[in-house]
């Protein structure tokens, strides 16, 4: 693909793409009278301007049901999560069944350790990448220390080769071998959160599950992002939350996803809760826990209905762009992105480092050399909203949904501005 670094290129980029109007669809921040350049929808997707009208009827139906909305609403409370359920399976590639909303990110991940992370005799350890977002590492540590175990010598993680960057998939998967006899899980990010590599998730499951080991996955930087299939590649569990790609507004509704192998199974451990209890008796009020067959076995509480109102407005966006159209212009705008800071090198005498792989998302990691946080800042105080990551990257995401190609190329032309004055 040939791309140009011109006004009349992004502009004509920008009228070929099918999905043009989705971007008025949403509230874009602005800066001085104009919006601003915003590449920062894997921290926090932007809010569609549905968010209010969805809010509304929810607002609406309590004043005026109390609680009666919970199955009088125009849409019944109790059931509300149901209602995100077909278009979440459709975004992360899995069976509607193997799917349920609930909770945040951290929380469900320590709800799916609980029963996918049974260390028994020596097949005790966790493989999971380095440097890992923190609150994955501080997951993993605990989850450890409650089991007794030791995370110096039971946590294992996947470095890059000194040198690189990023992760090879052959290093992982002969890193799984290696601990094959010892190993109880391999935990990664399906999208670093750092460098934006997209792993090969379908052979980092073969290689777990070829050494006796389940495979799980945080899709926070995955989901809405890039092209899953978690149901075919046969991935045990994920988690992910919907305030980053899935734009469902900040510390919104997260989602799960269990492979409907393990749905009914009987030998499992989990912490359990009413709404996990089968629906049917649920409101007998048994004293015995019997659980749901399917993903929302793993639910403990009522649905937090506001804020899957807001994730419901977003999803519906996803399911009227279509994930495919979604993903094939991330591809090019990311690509553009790219292209031009390469070609902004030419003035940054290749201050500009890319660290992101080809293997990505709608993320590039930049670091730049020499400017550090000094280019970040004046990027902000241009109109640029982009993502400051310690110690040293800019990470930029360019997303289908609501960025433009005029963005991209505005972005380029402020960071050339920009050279020289810093
Ligand atoms: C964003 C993110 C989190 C955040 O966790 P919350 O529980 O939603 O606060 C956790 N892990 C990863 C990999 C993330 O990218």
Redesign the pocket.
């Known amino acids: 693909m040939s791309f140009e670094n011109s006004l009349n290129y992004a502009r004509a980029c920008d009228s070929q793409d099918p999905l043009r109007a989705f971007r008025d669809k949403f509230h874009i921040p602005q800066f001085n009278g104009a919006p601003v350049v915003y590449l920062t929808g894997n921290s926090l997707g932007l809010q569609p301007k549905t968010v209010t009208a969805y809010l509304l009827q929810e607002l609406h139906d309590w004043a005026s049901l109390g609680v009666e909305g919970h199955v009088k609403a125009k849409h019944p409370w109790m059931l509300y999560h149901e209602f995100l359920t077909p278009a979440m399976a459709e975004i992360v590639g899995a069976e509607p069944s193997e799917v349920v909303m609930m909770n945040?990110?951290?929380v469900n991940l320590h709800l799916l350790m609980v029963s996918f992370y049974r260390p028994t005799g020596k097949r005790k350890k966790i493989i999971c990448e380095h440097k890992a977002?923190p609150?994955?590492q501080y997951m993993f540590q605990s989850q450890m220390h409650w089991h007794g175990l030791n995370p110096e010598t039971d946590l294992i993680s996947a470095k890059p080769r000194t040198g690189e960057w990023h992760l090879r998939t052959e290093d992982v998967i002969q890193l799984i071998q290696m601990h094959a006899d010892e190993l109880a899980l391999v935990c990664f990010?399906g999208v670093h959160?750092y460098t934006g590599q997209l792993m090969d998730m379908p052979a980092i499951t073969r290689a777990a599950h070829q050494a006796g080991a389940l495979a799980g996955f945080?899709l926070?930087?995955a989901a809405g992002n890039v092209e899953l299939k978690l149901h075919d590649w046969n991935i045990d569990f994920a988690a992910w939350?919907s305030y980053?790609y899935l734009n469902s507004g900040p510390g919104a509704v997260?989602g799960i996803y269990v492979h409907k192998k393990h749905h009914q199974r009987t030998d499992l451990k989990q912490f359990s809760g009413w709404w996990g209890h089968d629906a049917a008796s649920r409101f007998k009020m048994p004293e015995t826990f019997k659980p749901m067959s399917t993903a929302e076995r793993w639910q403990l509480s009522n649905a937090p209905v506001l804020s899957m109102a807001a994730c419901r407005a977003s999803l519906d966006l996803f399911l009227e762009a279509g994930t495919s159209q979604l993903f094939k212009k991330s591809k090019m705008l990311t690509a553009y992105l790219d292209f031009i800071i390469r070609d902004l090198n030419k003035q940054y005498a290749n201050a500009l480092e890319i660290i992101t792989p080809d293997a990505r998302g709608a993320q590039v990691s930049v670091v730049a050399h020499g400017y550090g946080k000094n280019l970040f800042e004046a990027m902000t105080a241009s109109g640029i909203i982009a993502d400051w990551r310690e110690p040293n990257v800019i990470r930029c995401a360019p997303v289908p949904l609501y960025n433009s190609f005029e963005d991209v190329f505005r972005f380029g032309q402020i960071l050339s501005q920009l050279q020289g004055t810093l």
Request: charged fraction near 20%; proline fraction near 0%; aromatic fraction near 14%.
């Open positions: 945040q990110l951290t977002f609150s994955d990010g959160y945080d926070a930087h939350c980053k997260a």
